[in-house]
Structure formats: C-alpha cells, structure tokens
C-alpha cells in the first residue's frame, strides 16, 4: 500500500546529502552495511531517521524479546500499516537472520492464525494493541500474560508500533522502491 500523494525529494546519497544528514547517512550505514532506500528518503528529516535508528536499535537491544518474536512484533505492525517495504525487509530479516520458522513466517506475511502458541498470542496482542490504538481490554492483556510475557513487553511493543509508524509512513509518502536484498520477499 502506498499513499496516493508522492514527495518530490530525491533520494539522498553520502555525496548529496546535507552535513547534519550526512552524519545521519553515515551512522545508518555503520549499523546495517549499506544505505537502504527507506533511508536515503526518510534522512531529509535527519531527525525523523535519527530517531527511527535510536528506536529501533533499543527495540532490538532492550526490548526482551527475541530475534523471532521482535520480527513477529514488526511484520504484524508493517502489514497492518499496509507498508511493503517493511513486510519485504522483515521477511528477509525473518528468514535469513532470526530463522523464523518458515510456517510462522508464512502466516506473518498472509494474516493468518499461527500455530506456535506463545507467537500467536504475541502477534494477536500487537494487532490489538494496533487496531485499539492502544487501549487493549484487560482480557487481552491477561491473555498476553498467560503466553508468559510481561507488563514491560507490552511497553516494548508500544515502541515498536512507534518505529515502525516512522518508517511505514515514510514510506507511503514516498513509494519507496524495495531494496534488491530484499525483493525475493515483495509482497504481491
């Protein structure tokens, strides 16, 4: 999904970027290797992609999860918020990096019901917290808690929703093009 209006701002590079975006640009390369596409648009903002990076790094350090069950939390929120390029780079990650089981995976990506029972409560706990704009019922929370997860996870997966909302959006507002690492995993 993408929005209708499309920004005019070319992608920046390291030689066209601005000094503040540059150093922004550089830092993001550091962490991943490269400049993806969703970074060369969102660093028009440096500080909406210096925040996104901050956020993200945390969510990935500190969150409490794991590498699968932090790439169950993005893939619900990115195909909730309809962004491909996330649900693209997520899958990749998921497969290649977290090992998400292939099934979970699938299950991710088409909406439908998981059959690990602790992944299934979490992603149905960060749909809720996604479709309520984070006003879940006490049942659902206490259905969280029961998979074994805590009040903290469910802060985590608050900012989760907040990383994520920075670059999906961006994202639509941009159309931003799939990355070639990524395009096994587009979403059709």
Same mark, same amino acid.
């Given at each position: 999904?993408?929005?209708? &209006? ?15 975006? =540059? ?37 990935? +350090? ?16 990115? =195909?909730?918020?309809?962004?491909? /390029?996330?649900? &693209? ?19 991710? =990506? ?15 706990? +960060? %749909?809720?917290?996604?479709? +309520? =704009?984070?006003?879940?019922? %006490? ?9 074994? /997860? ?39």
């Amino acid at each position: 999904m993408t929005a209708e &209006a499309k920004l005019a701002l070319p992608a920046l590079t390291l030689e066209s970027a601005p000094a503040p975006a =540059r150093a922004v640009l550089e830092s993001a390369k550091a962490q991943v290797g490269f400049i993806p596409n969703m970074y060369a648009n969102m660093v028009h903002s440096p500080g909406l992609l210096q925040t996104y990076l901050d956020g993200y790094a945390r969510f990935r +350090t500190d969150s409490g999860f794991s590498s699968v069950e932090q790439e169950v939390v993005f893939l619900v929120i990115s =195909r909730a918020n309809g962004c491909n /390029y996330c649900t &693209a780079a997520h899958s990749m990650i998921a497969d290649k990096m977290s090992k998400v089981p292939a099934d979970v995976l699938a299950s991710l =990506r088409s909406g439908s019901a998981i059959n690990d029972a602790k992944l299934a409560a979490l992603a149905n706990f +960060t %749909q809720v917290m996604f479709d +309520t =704009r984070g006003l879940p019922s %006490q049942q659902d929370l206490e259905a969280f808690h029961a998979a074994g /997860y805590t009040d903290r996870h469910a802060l985590e997966i608050i900012l989760a929703m907040a990383v994520k909302t920075l670059s999906n959006y961006a994202n639509h507002l941009f159309h931003t093009e799939v990355d070639e690492v990524f395009a096994g995993y587009r979403v059709n």
